[in-house]
């Protein structure tokens, strides 16, 4: 089994910076991509970021400019910088890789992002 756990949201005023965190855990050979949602209130879950294990990046053209994803091991964290009102969401990570059990894609439980005055 593999378990994402995330830390690092709360309640941020508008221009403001928080850094999310995503550890993947459990009996795991590789990671390959890792990545960030969001899923605002009576809207659909929409990507955010991804990186490869290669590194290589991209983003949601919304986010260009404001958000860093990067990883580390079994780490995946999302840089939030400027934040606007409209940033508020709940955050979720998505990791792909092999196991013990064989590929999985696994999703964060989710952590709330508020950006308010």
């Known amino acids: 089994q593999v378990q994402l756990v995330e830390s690092g949201g709360g309640l941020v005023q508008p221009g403001g910076s928080l850094r999310l965190s995503c550890v993947a855990s459990?009996?795991?050979?590789?990671?390959?991509?890792m990545g960030w949602y969001r899923q605002a209130p009576g809207k659909q879950r929409e990507l955010v970021a991804t990186?490869?294990?290669?590194?290589s990046t991209d983003y949601a053209d919304s986010v260009k400019g404001q958000f860093t994803i990067s990883r580390s091991g079994a780490t995946v964290y999302l840089q939030m910088n400027s934040l606007k009102p409209e940033d508020t969401a709940v955050y979720y990570c998505?990791?792909?890789?092999?196991?013990?059990?064989?590929?999985?894609?696994?999703w964060g439980q989710g952590t709330q992002v508020t950006v308010s005055s």
């Open positions: 459990g009996s795991i050979f590789s990671i390959n991509a």
């Open positions: 998505n990791v792909g890789g092999r196991g013990v059990a064989g590929p999985f894609v696994g």
């Open positions: 990186i490869t294990s290669g590194g």
